[in-house]
C-alpha cells in the first residue's frame, strides 16, 4: 500500500521555489545570449519564394470549395501546369540537400553549433546542480491520484515503490520544468521564443526542408483534390436550421 507523506515546509522553501525560479531565469537568459549569437543572414531569395508559393497552394486547397468551378480551374492550373506551373519541378532538376548545404556554407554550420551550444551547455550545468544539491528530495505532490505508468517520470532518482505516485521528485521536477515552461516563457518572451528545447531536440535530426519535394507533394495534393463549391448549399442548410428552430 502506497504510504503517504508530510512535506516539510523547508522543501518548499529551499528545494521547490528556488528550482522553478532558476528554470526560469535560466530559460531568459538562454533567450538573450541566443538572440546575441545569432548571425544576421540575408535569406535566400529562392527558398523565401517557393515558400510563399507552397503557403500559397495551401491556401488554395483549404479554400477550394468556396470559389467557383471555373477560378478553382484557373488557379489550379496556374500552380500544376506542367510546361510553367509554380508547382511543377522538372525531373532533370537535382534535389537540393539540407545537410550538404549545411556542410557547404560555414556560416550556417557555425549557427546551428551555436544552437546545439546554447541548449546542451545550461541544460547539463543545470542538471549536475540539481543532481549534486537536491537528489534524492521529494519535493511536490500532484493533487490527483496516478497510475504506476507515471512513477518512472514522476520519481525519477527515489527507489521506493511504497510512496504513492503522485509525489513528485526533485529531479523530475526539474525535467516537468524544462519541457512544460514554454506557455510562461512565450508570455514572458513572446510566441517567437527561443527557449522551446522539445522543437529545438526535434531539429537536431534534420537541418531543413527539401523545397523540391515540398513542391512536389503540393502539387499532387492540388492534383487529386475534388472540387465541390459550397455556396450553393449555404441557403439549403440555413433554411434546414430555420425550419428546426420554428418546429
Request: net charge positive.
Amino acid at each position: 500500500m502506497a504510504e503517504d507523506l508530510v512535506l516539510d515546509t523547508a522543501i518548499r522553501d529551499w528545494v521547490l521555489i528556488p528550482l522553478s525560479v532558476v528554470m526560469v531565469l535560466i530559460g531568459v537568459l538562454r533567450y538573450f545570449v541566443s538572440k546575441l549569437m545569432r548571425s544576421s543572414q540575408t535569406p535566400d531569395l529562392k527558398i523565401v519564394k517557393e515558400g510563399q508559393v507552397i503557403v500559397r497552394a495551401r491556401n488554395l486547397r483549404a479554400a477550394a470549395n468556396f470559389i467557383p468551378l471555373k477560378a478553382f480551374r484557373a488557379r489550379k492550373a496556374y500552380f500544376t501546369n506542367e510546361e510553367n506551373g509554380l508547382l511543377h519541378v522538372p525531373k532533370g532538376q537535382a534535389a537540393s540537400n539540407p545537410q550538404a548545404q549545411m556542410f557547404s556554407d560555414p556560416n550556417m554550420a557555425m549557427d546551428m553549433m551555436k544552437k546545439n551550444l546554447s541548449m546542451i551547455i545550461p541544460q547539463t550545468l543545470t542538471f549536475a546542480w540539481v543532481n549534486f544539491f537536491f537528489s534524492g528530495f521529494v519535493a511536490a505532490k500532484i493533487p490527483f491520484p496516478l497510475t504506476q505508468r507515471f512513477r518512472s517520470m514522476l520519481q525519477n532518482g527515489i527507489d521506493l515503490s511504497t510512496v504513492d505516485v503522485s509525489y513528485v521528485s526533485s529531479r523530475s521536477w526539474y525535467f516537468l520544468n524544462l519541457f512544460g515552461l514554454r506557455g510562461l516563457f512565450s508570455l514572458i518572451l513572446g510566441e517567437e521564443n527561443a527557449t522551446d528545447d522539445t522543437q529545438r531536440m526535434m531539429q537536431m535530426s534534420g537541418f531543413g526542408f527539401d523545397p523540391s519535394k515540398s513542391l512536389g507533394a503540393e502539387k499532387d495534393g492540388l492534383d487529386i483534390i475534388q472540387h465541390d463549391w459550397a455556396m450553393p448549399k449555404f441557403e439549403q442548410r440555413a433554411e434546414a436550421v430555420l425550419r428546426k428552430l420554428v418546429s
